[in-house]
């Protein structure tokens, strides 16, 4: 799976919505999230993506974090 560009992320429809976070992207075992904040909230910059990876025991982990553009 690629990086997504803002355009493609906005594109999607959010299938839940977290604290900060919209939920773009959910398979089996990968869930991308374009967070809703920016660098005036606290963000290390605006349009962050989080990308989790289901790991062995069930638990959700991050496992990479860049900015959509």
Avoid at 49 to 65: A, L, N, P, Q, T
């Amino acid at each position: 799976m690629g990086k997504y560009t803002l355009a493609e992320l906005e594109a999607m429809t959010t299938l839940s919505v977290g604290q900060a976070d919209d939920l773009k992207v959910e398979t089996f075992d990968t869930r991308i999230w374009l967070s809703r904040c920016s660098v005036e909230d606290g963000e290390p910059y605006n349009n962050k993506v989080s990308v989790e990876r289901r790991m062995r025991d069930g638990k959700w982990v991050i496992v990479e974090v860049y900015q959509a553009k």
